[in-house]
């Protein structure tokens, strides 16, 4: 058995794990990512959290793969563009700073591009060459793979899918555009919709007492009248982007996780009521909306799978670059 480390970078926790080949994780742990105190003091929180595993796994380690936040140039493995949740993490070189401290083949890229990756080897995309794959979180993130492989664009950057508009006349987002899906489907946004609805809650606030998306879920699912109100107004926005995207790359399947698509079956299936709405039937009909399978996990087992060429020749993380 071959196994890996993976490396899941996000703007508040660092997930590390060592993973077999079969997506199989036996040991793991989390650190906070320590943004805040600078790029370098990140980096030492991923070379730290690394050398801890393979100092008590005691298996060996075959390669080292990460998935960041930010557009990943994984040419390089460095950091191409990273938002404010990682001040100063453009241009960090992760790739040449890990393989210099532990000899290791190292290989970065989107955290949500190994997402991608771990559906692709081990969950819902199994059986597909053409998909899209959705995380709705704290922000809405992407990525598409077309005859089994990653498209990266120029720099990394292809698969910011949560700034694609549904609303020309929508509020400004913090990429510059208007009316972006982000700016309905993300957690926080929804819970941003609930607040200008009116939708008090009182199930889970979060520790600033202010409603959480989780509680306007919940509340959707029981009933409540606003929470009903803003959940049909993700939806409509999200099936909107989902529709789009099925007419441009003509996907088998839009493959949807993150904690919003934890809704569960109500919320796909009112989802997948709007966005066939939206989409030509002959598109429709070579498509399914389907929620992702690997769980929670997926960031460091996608990271992990890109160290096996079994896994990522095919998938195009190593050739066709």
Not at 130 to 144: D, E, M, R, S, Y
Not at 269 to 296: F, H, K
């Amino acid at each position: 058995m071959s196994y890996a480390v993976g490396v899941d970078i996000g703007g508040t926790k660092i997930h590390f794990a060592v993973v077999d080949e079969e997506g199989t994780i036996t040991e793991q742990r989390i650190v906070p990512t320590g943004a805040a105190q600078g790029p370098e003091h990140v980096m030492q929180n991923v070379m730290d959290g690394i050398s801890r595993l393979m100092a008590g796994g005691g298996v060996s380690i075959d390669g080292i793969g990460i998935g960041s936040a930010g557009q990943i140039d994984c040419r390089s493995g460095s950091v191409s563009f990273a938002v404010d949740t990682l001040p100063g993490w453009t241009g960090m070189p992760i790739k040449q700073i890990v393989e210099r401290g532990f000899g290791l083949p190292t290989y970065v890229d989107n955290d949500v591009n190994v997402i991608a990756i771990a559906e692709k080897c081990f969950g819902s995309a199994k059986l597909f060459d053409h998909f899209v794959c959705l995380a709705l979180g704290t922000g809405v993130g992407g990525a598409i793979v077309e005859a089994g492989k990653l498209l990266r664009g120029s720099s990394g950057g292809a698969g910011e899918l949560g700034h694609l508009s549904v609303d020309f006349n929508g509020p400004r987002c913090s990429c510059g555009n208007y009316g972006c899906m982000e700016l309905y489907a993300s957690g926080p946004s929804i819970a941003r919709l609930a607040r200008e609805a009116g939708f008090k809650g009182g199930l889970q606030l979060s520790s600033s007492g202010e409603v959480t998306a989780k509680e306007v879920i919940a509340g959707w699912t029981e009933g409540d009248a606003l929470a009903g109100k803003v959940m049909d107004t993700v939806i409509r926005a999200l099936a909107a982007a989902i529709a789009g995207l099925i007419h441009a790359f003509n996907p088998q399947a839009v493959i949807i996780g993150g904690g919003v698509a934890e809704a569960g079956e109500p919320f796909f299936a009112a989802l997948t009521e709007q966005a066939e709405a939206r989409t030509s039937s002959s598109m429709w009909n070579d498509c399914r909306i389907m929620p992702a399978s690997v769980g929670a996990n997926a960031g460091v087992i996608g990271a992990a799978a890109q160290v096996w060429p079994f896994n990522t020749g095919a998938f195009g993380n190593r050739v066709a670059l």
